[in-house]
């Protein structure tokens, strides 16, 4: 075993509460979109990370590690330790992104033994009570709305720079770049109490779309001649994580926390190909969103020199995103939750050395991005030496780590060996898929609360651009109505904090075109077995209804109707209940 592995988990949580030992910190770095192959420690060629390529040289690093292709679900697989699609995550919109409530969450456990817990960035699992970072396991949150900066659940007019987020649920003014203030929150979180360990998650949004960043960090690779589309502006993105991670590990430094933190370094999904068809990849197939290697197969480094995780090694076994909870908390010695039962296996005999002793396993990851799940859709089921893609392209990755020959015809006994195994797996995850995860409304948790286009099932608007445009939307938002009583139901086209009338026009920016504003004459309400329809006042903000209703489960649906025109309807955008 390796020197001092294992920390607490050594002696077990009980002596850790008896302070025989000094439980570790830990500080769990994502990014997003940034892919295996956008580092400069990876063979970048044109990037340079030299703080992050600092972390990697001194940290034990899963070099077959592998997340979900795309956002919410590897979010809803690292804090549950489960498949995303067993907790009802398999798209980033459409309430799909929801992480059920009944879900045990890594801040859960970690609260629960006595850390502080808070994260600081990009959430992206729902904005509404229950599913709000606040009410799954964090002490302290500041992070943005949606799924990005300049989704349409986001404060509006939210451009990266001096932003307004949300603290704890309240919204606050910040200054500086977005990923810069996720940093300093953390800073500011780990600084703030000396006497109780933490558990720091900062999932930024950067390197995410669109791609915005101050010109002295795009501008090297611009000088580059990296110029396709918008590469050297998320290149420059990059650029600005790694001096936020030097900045990081300066701070832990100086506070003498290095020693016993631990500090993993990830990120959500395959790489966005914004650099085109020559984008550096470590030679895989696929980018973000991708059943194939290059979508899913992401860096991640452990580094805790207390606990013998640094100095530079490699771990060359399969390993995913859903084994790092159970990890962490054999780490810290930290009491297992007895009603969860974990996808994924503590990798503590892995990271310790004891790697030939590791049983063989099968992982499923999968890109669904629909209401409803499919079966096989975009599906990769991995061995150590295999993948079948779609469940009959089968890969050999060891021997063809670019996934070029299909070899399926030469093997039929291993794609009959993972297609059962396969099969298992979704005999096992699709128990619960008929379920919906329902915003409670009428709460005292979370009262008003606003439902949003981007959350509903159907036909989303997820972008303010499109709500500028006026774009179709249509669909219901699954909601819980905590108590009966009276609700008021207020119909929008725009957000509360942006004061224009329905009909009206607006841009982002003072300077951006006004698009053309909606003709209509009546809002249009229904829910449960209620159905109005109200005329709209001139200039009106939103329109009101007041309606009872019992308790229980239920859907809320609205537009906007021109009702002496061309007769169209708009889905409301925005839609603020109020248990009165």
Known sequence: MAAGI???????????????????????????????????????????????????????????????????????????????????????????????????????????????TGIFGKWHLGDNYPFRPQDRGFD?????????????????????????????????????????????????????????????????????????????YSRPYKDKGLEYEDAHLFYGMLANIDENVGRLMKRLSQMNLVDNTIVIFMTDNGGDPVGGPDEFNSHMRGSKGSQYEGGHRVPCFIHWPRGGLAGGRDVERLTAHIDLMPTLIELCGIKKPQEVKFDGKSLVPLIAGEGASWPKRTLVVDSQRIDYPIKWRRSATM????????????????????????????????????????????DDVSERFDEYSEIIIGSDKQNPTCLVSHDLHGEVVFYVNQVKEGAPSDGFWAVDVARSGLYEFALRRWPRELDRPISGTVGIHELEPDYEGFTVTHARLKVADIDQ????????????????????????????????????????????????
């Open 6 to 116: 294992g920390g607490c988990a050594r002696w077990g949580a009980e002596a850790c509460s008896k302070s025989v030992v000094s439980r570790p910190n830990v500080v769990l770095i994502m990014t997003d979109d940034q892919g295996y192959g956008h580092l400069s420690c990876h063979g970048n060629p044109v990037l340079k990370t030299p703080n992050i390529d600092n972390l990697h040289a001194q940290s034990v690093r899963l070099t077959d590690f592998h997340v979900s292709p795309t956002c919410s679900p590897t979010r809803a697989a690292l804090l549950t330790g489960r498949y995303n699609v067993r907790t009802g995550v398999w798209h980033t919109i459409m309430g799909r992104h929801f992480l059920r409530a009944d879900e045990v969450t890594i801040a859960d456990v970690f609260r629960a033994g006595g850390y502080r």
């Open 140 to 216: 302290e949150s500041v992070i943005h709305l949606g799924g990005g900066i300049g989704h349409g659940n986001d404060y509006w007019g939210n451009d990266y720079f001096d932003d307004t987020y949300y603290r704890n649920g309240k919204p606050e003014k910040f200054e500086g770049y977005c990923a810069d203030v996720w940093f300093d929150e953390a800073m500011n979180f780990i600084t703030a109490d000396r006497e109780k360990p933490f558990f720091c998650y900062l999932p930024t949004n950067t390197a995410h779309a669109p791609f915005h960043i101050a010109g002295k």
């Open 383 to 426: 061995t150590d030496r295999w993948r079948l893609i779609n469940g009959h392209e089968l890969y050999d990755i060891k021997a063809d780590p670019k996934q070029k020959k299909d070899i399926a015809n030469q093997h039929p006994e291993v794609v009959k060996e993972l297609r059962a195994a396969y099969e298992k797996w979704w």
């Open 533 to 580: 329809t109200k005329p709209i006042e001139p200039r009106a903000r939103e329109v009101t209804f007041k309606v009872r209703l019992k308790a229980g489960s239920t859907r809320v649906q609205g537009w906007f109707v021109n009702h002496v025109g061309n007769g169209r309807t708009y889905g409301a955008y925005y839609v603020y209940i109020k248990r009165i």
